[in-house]
């Protein structure tokens, strides 16, 4: 069984900063199984990025993904105050399964 | 545009046998390849799979809770269900369905509002 560890527990930032978001599989996986969501309270999870790097459809881009092999980063380039929220990793996995990290919370 | 809408009672007593309703709009279970899952998330905790439906009427299950889950459809009526047996307080959770378009679409997209489901006596 894969496990996803997301780094750190929780940024706290400013608007306008750079928010860099970790996420590791305890294997080596490939890329096209891994995806970030957004969270907002209340609110259910959004995808953000599919494929660890294609944005989801209505996406600002200074969202951008990126990584392969078991290492994997979520970064914002200019937090907007939107953006704080939680954010997931989620890797695919075979029979199917769906397995999440804990999450990583941005805040002020 | 692709919604759902989860729908079940809030409160449901240890032991006893939650049925959860996924009504959906936007596309259909009928077409090749799409799916319907069904995730929950703890207070406080992150996301976890439990089902997912086929078109096809295949049917996977998280290996942690099969024992305990039975995932339904209603193509006629654009319907997914959800049966756990056997509730217990630690499935206290906000029980979400959403919608997985393709099987090369290694995610869910997007997602119910989900439904806040207590388990106590």
């Known amino acids: ?108 | 545009q692709i919604t759902l809408k989860e729908s079940g009672p809030t409160l449901v007593k240890p032991t006893q046998t939650l049925t959860l309703t996924c009504t959906f709009s936007g596309f259909s279970l009928s077409t090749s390849a799409v799916g319907v899952g069904w995730i929950r998330q703890p207070p406080g905790k992150a996301p976890e799979w439990l089902a997912l439906i086929y078109w096809n009427d295949d049917k996977r299950y998280s290996p942690y809770l099969k024992t305990r889950l039975t995932i339904t459809k209603d193509t006629s009526k654009n319907q997914v269900v959800l049966t756990m047996t056997n509730m217990d307080p630690v499935d206290t959770a906000t029980y979400y369905c959403a919608h997985r378009r393709d099987y090369s679409d290694y995610w869910f997209d997007p997602w119910g509002q989900g439904t806040l489901v207590t388990v106590s006596s």
């Open chain 1, 1 to 108: 069984e894969i496990v996803l560890t997301q780094s750190p527990g929780t940024l706290s930032l400013s608007p306008g900063e750079r928010a860099t978001l970790s996420c590791r599989a305890s294997q080596s996986v490939s890329s096209s199984f891994l995806a970030w969501y957004q969270q907002k309270p209340g609110q259910a999870p959004r995808l953000l990025m599919s494929g660890a790097s294609s944005r989801a459809t209505g996406i600002p881009d200074r969202f951008s993904g990126s990584g392969s092999g078991t290492d994997f980063t979520l970064t914002i380039t200019r937090l907007e105050p939107e953006d704080f929220a939680i954010y997931y990793c989620q890797l695919y996995g075979t029979s199917p399964r769906f397995t999440f990290g804990p999450g990583t919370k941005v805040d002020v």
